[in-house]
């Protein structure tokens, strides 16, 4: 169960981690407004901001999507070098930490009209199976559980 638990917390890092990625490309390489500008405004009220708002909002949205990324790789590598090794301070932290950034995203949703709102109900059910799968696994005595 710890691998399959595993497994499913890094296809949740991973989609993470695309996104995070994919919205800097999306503002840096392609010259592009933050997304969630793009949500609340039209090109022509986008057009219409003081430059510095703009750069403020660009600014920011480049600094938290490569944290994201950053959060996301980091995520990985304890997944597989602690939690899959069933260490407990890597659940509590992943946990902790996961279920954080899920909230924030819920509530940064909830800002921009809710727009994501399956995609913010889909990584929740994907962290909740990977927490309860690997949850399972190191909390339950395997032992105790063969022999009956």
Same mark, same amino acid.
């Given at each position: 169960?710890?691998?399959?638990?595993?497994?499913?917390?890094?296809?949740?890092?991973?989609?993470?981690?695309?996104? /995070?990625? /994919?919205?800097?490309?999306?503002?840096?390489?392609?010259?592009?407004?933050?997304?969630?500008?793009?949500?609340?405004?039209?090109?022509?009220?986008?057009?219409?901001?003081?430059?510095?708002?703009? =750069?403020?909002?660009?600014?920011?949205?480049?600094?938290?999507?490569?944290?994201?990324?950053?959060?996301? @790789?980091?995520?990985?590598?304890?997944?597989?070098?602690?939690?899959?090794?069933?260490?407990?301070?890597?659940?509590?932290?992943?946990?902790?930490?996961?279920?954080?950034?899920?909230?924030?995203?819920?509530?940064?949703?909830?800002?921009? /009209?809710?727009? #994501?709102?399956?995609?913010? #109900?889909?990584? @929740? =059910?994907? @962290?909740?199976?990977?927490? =309860?799968?690997?949850?399972? =696994?190191?909390?339950?005595?395997?032992?105790?559980?063969?022999?009956?």
């Amino acid at each position: 169960m710890i691998k399959v638990g595993s497994i499913v917390l890094t296809i949740w890092s991973t989609l993470n981690f695309l996104v /995070g990625v /994919g919205v800097l490309f999306y503002i840096v390489v392609f010259d592009n407004n933050a997304p969630a500008l793009q949500m609340l405004f039209s090109e022509n009220e986008i057009s219409n901001l003081n430059p510095r708002v703009l =750069a403020a909002t660009n600014s920011i949205a480049i600094f938290l999507n490569a944290s994201i990324a950053s959060y996301c @790789l980091l995520c990985i590598y304890i997944i597989w070098h602690g939690l899959y090794k069933k260490q407990k301070w890597s659940y509590y932290g992943l946990l902790l930490s996961m279920g954080l950034m899920q909230i924030g995203g819920y509530l940064s949703d909830s800002l921009l /009209g809710n727009n #994501n709102i399956l995609a913010m #109900n889909i990584g @929740l =059910a994907i @962290l909740v199976l990977g927490f =309860a799968l690997s949850g399972y =696994a190191i909390f339950t005595n395997e032992k105790e559980l063969k022999k009956i």
